[in-house]
């Protein structure tokens, strides 16, 4: 059901959610930096693409957005998922899984991209938030890249938490899970609870990496 929300909750929401994440995306790069695993890689990629993603959502808030804005925010959203499972992938450290992934995610990718150029979208900003009836083509395109990479976050999930048994790791799992189901709100036509399950995320994320 659609609900609809103040210019002033939206923007007070995103302000937060996006300096919650450009902090962890620092504190998550160097960490990277620092050990060089790749699925810290994958996940502080995640992040950075989360982060911009919630800029425009700050921009589209305040009635600043074309057809680039829109189609860039669409594309965010749906790679964001993308590189969370890459890290989830990453962090299983099944290498020939995570071959089939890459694969996979380009040819997912490259599909989206020509569904975004070929199918205008049109105005769908409702409220000060994206919500509206997207192409069938571009809501095919999004599905195909972000619901297998949810369901494989969690089925890694499970089976990494059973493999290590961290209750961090737990969180990072569960903040991962959150944000990539908040990165595919837009495709189930939720839009009430995207800024819910972003906050919730990034905390969950902040609890297990410090």
């Known amino acids: 059901m659609f609900s609809v929300v103040s210019t002033a909750f939206v923007t007070f929401s995103t302000i937060v959610i996006f300096l919650l994440s450009a902090g962890l995306t620092f504190f ?3 960490k990277y930096l620092a050990k060089k695993h790749l699925n810290l890689l994958y996940w502080s990629s995640g992040l950075i693409v989360f982060t911009i993603a919630v800029l425009l959502e700050i921009l589209m808030a305040n009635n600043i957005y074309d057809r680039f804005i829109i189609d860039l925010y669409l594309f965010l959203v749906a ?22 992934y890459y694969i996979y995610s380009v040819l997912a990718t490259i599909f989206l991209i020509a569904t975004l150029i070929l199918y205008p979208v049109g105005d769908i900003i409702r409220s000060h938030i994206v919500f509206g009836v997207l192409p069938l ?5 999004s599905s195909v890249v972000t619901f297998p990479a949810a369901v494989f976050i969690i089925i ?12 961090k790791l737990l969180s990072i799992i569960a903040g991962v ?5 908040a990165g595919t709100l837009f495709i189930v036509k939720i839009p009430v609870f995207l800024y819910y399950a972003e906050f919730i995320g990034i905390l969950l994320l902040w609890l297990g990496f410090m």
């Not at 998922?81 to 299983?92: C, I, K, N």
């Not at 083509?137 to 395109?141: A, E, N, W």
């Not at 890694?156 to 209750?167: E, L, P, Q, V």
């Open 177 to 181: 899970i959150v944000v990539s189901v």
């Open 137 to 141: 083509g571009i809501t095919i395109s």
């Open 28 to 30: 998550i790069v160097r």
């Open 79 to 100: 790679v964001l998922v993308q590189f969370l499972a890459l890290g989830s992938f990453a962090l299983f450290g099944n290498k020939k899984f995570l071959n089939y």
């Open 156 to 167: 890694i999930a499970a089976i990494s938490y059973r493999k290590f048994h961290s209750n």
